[in-house]
C-alpha cells in the first residue's frame, strides 16, 4: 500500500510538470525539459542509484547557474523574474519526479527479485520437476548422514552434469534425466536434487558400491526405452559421502562453485 501511494505521487509530481510546461514554456523550453528528463530517467534505470543522482544534481544545478547567468546584469520587472523562476522550478521538478520513478521502480524490482530468491530457498520442491531444491537437498542430506554415522552406515552421492549447447536443449534433457533418476531411486531412502547449473545430485544412503550400479543400471535402462534421451546427453561422476556433514557440504559446494566433480 505505502509503495502504491508512493508511485502515485511520483507519477502525479511528473504530470503536473509537464502540464505546466505546455503552459508555462515556448516549443524549445518544453522539448528541452522532456529531452532532459527522459535522459535523467535513462540514467536512473540503466545505472547505479548514485551515477544517476549525480547527474540529477549536475543537471538541476547547471541549468541553476545557467538561467542566472543568462540574466545576470539584465534589469527585469518582478513579473518576469517570477515567470523565471516558475520555469525553474517546472525544470527542476520534471527532472526530480522522473528520477524518483525510475529510482523507485528499481527499488520494487530489486525487492521483487530478493522476494523472488527468498521463495526459492524456502521452496521445498523444483516446480517444473518435483525434485528437490538445493536448500532443501542439504537440509535432508544432514539428517541422513546424522543418522548414517550413528549407525555406522556407508552411503555415496552421484552428480549428474547435462550436456549440450543449446540451453533449451539441455533444459529438456534435464527435465527427462530427473524424472528417470526419480524413477530409479528409492522413494522412501534416496534423495534428488537440484545441484544447480543443470546439474542433478543424488544422495544415495545405507548403500555399497554394488548399490549405486544398480541405480545406475537401472537408469541406463529406462534412457534406452528414451527415442530423444541416450547416456551421452549427460555424465556422471560417483562419490563417496563423508560421515561428517561438514566435509560433505565442502565437497558439494566445491563443484557448485565450477570445479568438475570427477
Known sequence: MHQRTTFMIIFILLCASNVAGVLYLDTYELLFMLSASFLIGLLAM??????GF???????LGHGFYSVGVTWGKKLNFDIQ???ILKQCIYTLSAVASWLLMYSINKARERY?????????LRKLEPS??????NEFMERAKLLISGMK??????????FEVLGEKDYQKRVVYEKLT?????????NYDLVG?????????????????????????????????????MNDFVYSIHDVADDFAAFSEAVASWRMGHAAS
Not at 527479485?113 to 530457498?121: Q, Y
Open 46 to 51: 540503466f545505472t547505479s542509484s548514485r551515477i
Open 54 to 60: 549525480a547527474f540529477l544534481i549536475v543537471y538541476v
Open 82 to 84: 517570477m515567470i523565471q
Open 113 to 121: 527479485i530478493s522476494l523472488e530468491k527468498e521463495v526459492m530457498e
Open 129 to 134: 520437476t518435483d525434485i528437490l531444491t538445493f
Open 150 to 159: 550413528r549407525r555406522g552406515e556407508k552411503a555415496y552421492y552421484v552428480v
Open 179 to 187: 524424472q528417470l533418476l526419480l524413477q530409479s531411486v528409492r522413494v
Open 194 to 230: 537440484n545441484g544447480g547449473h543443470n546439474r542433478i545430485i543424488v544422495f544415495l544412503s545405507n548403500t555399497g558400491e554394488e548399490g549405486v550400479q544398480i541405480v545406475l543400471q537401472r537408469l541406463a535402462q529406462k534412457v534406452d526405452a528414451e527415442y530423444n534421451l541416450t
